[in-house]
């Protein structure tokens, strides 16, 4: 952004602004994701349910 509000105009720097807020948002959202199925990851292996688990690893499969 800093380049780009060096060397471009108005219209670039609002280009590279919103383009980083969508990847801010894609990021997070896979990061909350990904934690919420390792916190459940870690219960189903703490309480050896490993049939809970196959279907945990399962569906983050299917859902990535």
Do not use: E, W
């Not at 590279?16 to 990904?34: K, R």
């Not at 279907?55 to 299917?62: A, E, H, P, S, V």
Request: glycine share 16%; net charge positive.
């Amino acid at each position: 952004m800093f380049v780009v509000g060096q060397f471009g105009h108005t219209f670039d720097v609002s280009g590279v602004s919103i383009g980083s807020q969508i990847m801010s948002l894609i990021t997070n959202l896979f990061l909350g994701l990904t934690t919420g199925v390792t916190v459940l990851l870690g219960q189903y292996l703490g309480s050896k349910s490993y049939r809970d688990l196959s279907k945990n690893i399962g569906g983050l499969l299917f859902y990535f």
